[in-house]
């Protein structure tokens, strides 16, 4: 659908009828878009870290006794950032639009001039 | 090195090629912490063993960087870098966090000092034990410097998640930097803090050290008590996102 027309909405002084619209702010285009509603992550690495506890549990807190279990959370996590990472370089998903971090970037460099110079 | 707090008029007074030109930036508001050289500029290759490869065995990509670095500019490489075959980056780096007030020569000298009382202090428990015991006791200060601070990296961290009003501490994976970072701070505090008033810091640290390497003494405490804590709020580790 077409962008709803503006003729005679606001509250001016050659507009004879009511405003339909009272707008807070000046209908201008900020050099900003809002923000996306963040995902809902989960908490990586659960059950390394749990084994890796019930393993200290057991041996009074020794690093020596549970190395296996340490080294598997170490590769976990490490793996967990590198797919962090990957996600937020790849722009997440994308699918057409850029994420809004980029579109804000962008609209620094190319703002909408909303004066005259 | 420049002085790390510029006022934003001085910038104006030095426009060379390559060197940061001061932005108009809000009044009242001074840039502090900056560097003089620009994005284009590359860090130094301190390490010497990577100009003695021969030609032939260097991959396409390691060629190509060598190529790329003769043409691009390269920032000066800082003082307390050296090339030699003693340079040690955690021993600068713990050097470094010692460091007060950008005396660094005095933090190095304490730091060669305690490495020395490491070393005097194995060698006379070598010299007193028997031949058995003899094999087991580690002199190389520098061995026994890494190995004390390995023992002291903690594994998991904790960290305060705001939720429902309250900070609850969340056990949470921390990266190397961070867990040697940790490591480092716990030692260095430990040994500044509680220490008689007369006693030298390279005696107290050199002690400290060689408790850590056998796993025991107040740095090690800390760690535990660090792990105890994460263990002891396992159930909360699903206040984390990532």
Same mark, same amino acid.
């Given at each position: 659908?077409?962008?709803?027309?503006?003729?005679?909405?606001?509250?001016?002084?050659?507009?004879?009828?009511?405003?339909?619209?009272?707008?807070?702010?000046?209908?201008?285009?900020?050099?900003?878009?809002?923000?996306?509603?963040?995902?809902?992550?989960?908490?990586?690495?659960?059950?390394?870290?749990?084994?890796?506890?019930?393993?200290?549990?057991?041996?009074?807190?020794?690093?020596?006794?549970?190395?296996?279990?340490?080294?598997?959370?170490?590769?976990?996590?490490?793996?967990?950032?590198?797919?962090?990472?990957?996600?937020?370089?790849?722009?997440?998903?994308?699918?057409?639009?850029?994420?809004?971090?980029?579109?804000?970037?962008?609209?620094?460099?190319?703002?909408?001039?909303?004066?005259?110079? | 090195?420049?002085?790390?707090?510029?006022?934003?008029?001085?910038? %104006?007074? /030095?426009?060379?090629?390559?060197?940061?030109?001061?932005?108009?930036? @809000?009044?009242?508001?001074?840039?502090?912490?900056?560097?003089?050289?620009?994005?284009?500029?590359?860090?130094?290759?301190?390490? &010497?063993?990577?100009?003695? &490869?021969?030609?032939?065995?260097?991959?396409?990509?390691?060629?190509?960087?060598?190529?790329?670095? &003769?043409?691009?500019?390269?920032?000066?490489?800082?003082?307390?870098?050296?090339?030699?075959?003693?340079?040690?980056? /955690?021993?600068?780096?713990?050097?470094?966090?010692?460091?007060?007030?950008?005396?660094?020569? @005095?933090?190095?000298?304490?730091?060669?000092?305690?490495?020395?009382?490491?070393?005097?202090?194995?060698?006379?428990?070598? #010299?007193?034990?028997?031949?058995?015991?003899?094999?087991?006791?580690?002199?190389?200060?520098?061995?026994?410097?890494?190995?004390?601070?390995?023992?002291?990296?903690?594994?998991?961290?904790?960290?305060?998640?705001?939720?429902?009003? #309250?900070?609850?501490?969340?056990?949470?994976?921390?990266?190397?930097?961070?867990?040697?970072?940790?490591?480092?701070? %716990?030692?260095?505090?430990?040994?500044?803090?509680?220490? =008689?008033?007369?006693?030298?810091?390279?005696?107290?640290?050199? =002690?400290? @050290?060689?408790?850590?390497?056998?796993?025991?003494?107040?740095?090690?405490?800390?760690? =535990?008590?660090? #792990?105890?804590?994460?263990?002891?709020?396992?159930?909360?580790? =699903?206040?984390?996102?990532?």
């Amino acid at each position: 659908m077409a962008t709803p027309s503006l003729r005679g909405r606001l509250p001016r002084l050659g507009n004879p009828r009511k405003p339909i619209l009272k707008p807070n702010k000046p209908l201008i285009l900020a050099n900003r878009v809002g923000e996306r509603r963040r995902e809902k992550g989960e908490a990586t690495c659960i059950t390394e870290m749990s084994l890796m506890m019930a393993c200290w549990k057991q041996n009074e807190f020794r690093d020596q006794a549970c190395r296996k279990e340490i080294q598997d959370f170490f590769d976990c996590a490490s793996r967990a950032e590198g797919a962090r990472k990957m996600r937020s370089i790849q722009g997440t998903g994308e699918s057409g639009d850029l994420p809004p971090k980029k579109l804000n970037k962008l609209l620094q460099r190319f703002p909408n001039k909303s004066h005259v110079s | 090195m420049a002085a790390p707090a510029v006022k934003a008029a001085r910038g %104006w007074s /030095v426009l060379a090629l390559g060197l940061r030109r001061a932005v108009p930036r @809000l009044p009242g508001l001074t840039q502090v912490r900056w560097s003089r050289y620009g994005p284009e500029y590359r860090d130094p290759q301190i390490d &010497k063993e990577y100009y003695r &490869k021969a030609l032939a065995e260097l991959t396409e990509e390691e060629k190509y960087e060598q190529e790329l670095r &003769k043409t691009q500019l390269i920032k000066a490489a800082p003082a307390a870098k050296t090339s030699s075959v003693f340079e040690d980056p /955690v021993i600068s780096k713990f050097t470094n966090m010692m460091m007060k007030g950008g005396n660094r020569v @005095l933090a190095r000298s304490l730091m060669t000092q305690t490495l020395e009382a490491v070393k005097r202090k194995q060698f006379e428990k070598y #010299h007193a034990a028997s031949a058995e015991e003899q094999a087991a006791i580690e002199r190389n200060p520098y061995t026994i410097f890494h190995q004390a601070l390995k023992n002291c990296e903690p594994v998991i961290g904790l960290m305060p998640i705001l939720r429902g009003g #309250h900070f609850y501490q969340v056990p949470v994976p921390l990266p190397d930097r961070r867990r040697r970072f940790l490591a480092m701070k %716990w030692m260095i505090t430990e040994c500044r803090e509680k220490k =008689h008033r007369r006693m030298l810091m390279p005696e107290k640290l050199s =002690h400290e @050290l060689l408790e850590a390497f056998h796993n025991q003494g107040p740095v090690i405490k800390k760690k =535990h008590d660090m #792990h105890k804590m994460a263990e002891a709020n396992r159930a909360l580790a =699903h206040y984390r996102w990532w």
